[in-house]
């Protein structure tokens, strides 16, 4: 997702039926005009450049990235293969290089600073089992971030990241597997994982998908201005994820 002055949005997915049907909705309750719907592969560098550039001959530049593409493959290291690398790493490592790098380029070329937030993951920084590959992937998000934060500092531009756990609500990522397969690693059934999830929390909450837009709206807003290479936890308390 683009942000140009705070008032525009793309909405840039390789779903673009589902990125259409967003800005169909933001333009319905807020003006037509407010979005825009850009097809977007985060692995190809073509595609998201095209993306960017839609972007900018729309609403005149880019102020605020939100990256948030996102898969996940749960299974051992001896399961795991050689296909399951790349798909996990072309889209989480890749794909955040590619976004971030084009991100950082335009907000250079403007001289206006700018926000980018990773939507990165509890498991960059908690280690569990059966997901070693997406949990390196976001542990590498997170170190992209913090270093990237220094090196564009100076031009005003921030980098910070969320730290979601277990958004079992609207996320597309529970379609693909990846619940039957945290479920067989708990030892529990798929639809006992929920619960599982929230009561495993110090709050006992369920992480909603609302509960991430929250941090990353701060992270973008100027009540943030002072604040890069942060990593906000949205997880309901889980004390493998504290950072340290």
């Not at 493959?73 to 790098?101: A, H, N, P």
Request: with cysteine; charged share 20%; aromatic share 6%.
């Amino acid at each position: 997702m683009f942000a140009a002055n705070g008032a525009h949005v793309v909405i840039a997915d390789i779903n673009i039926e589902g990125a259409q049907n967003v800005a169909s909705e933001l333009n319905r309750q807020y003006g037509s005009n407010v979005a825009l719907a850009a097809h977007c592969d985060v692995t190809s560098e073509s595609s998201i450049q095209k993306a960017f550039q839609q972007a900018t001959i729309q609403y005149g530049g880019v102020d605020i990235v939100v990256s948030n593409a996102g898969l996940a493959i749960s299974r051992s290291i001896e399961e795991s293969t050689v296909q399951d690398f790349d798909k996990i790493s072309g889209v989480l490592e890749r794909g955040y290089f590619l976004v971030t790098r084009e991100a950082i380029k335009i907000m250079k070329a403007q001289s206006t600073g700018g926000s980018i937030i990773f939507i990165a993951s509890k498991n960059a920084v908690a280690a569990g089992k059966n997901a070693a590959l997406y949990s390196a992937a976001k542990s590498f998000e997170l170190s992209l971030m913090r270093n990237l934060a220094v090196e564009v500092g100076e031009q005003q531009i921030r980098l910070n990241a969320v730290n979601p756990d277990a958004v079992l609500q609207g996320s597309a990522i529970w379609d693909q597997g990846w619940r039957e397969e945290r479920a067989r690693g708990y030892g529990i059934q798929p639809d006992q994982l929920d619960a599982y999830y929230r009561d495993r929390t110090i709050l006992k909450v369920s992480v909603l998908p609302n509960d991430i837009a929250e941090a990353a709206l701060f992270l973008a807003s100027p009540r943030s201005a002072k604040t890069t290479a942060a990593v906000i936890p949205v997880d309901g308390g889980v004390a493998a994820g504290f950072l340290r």
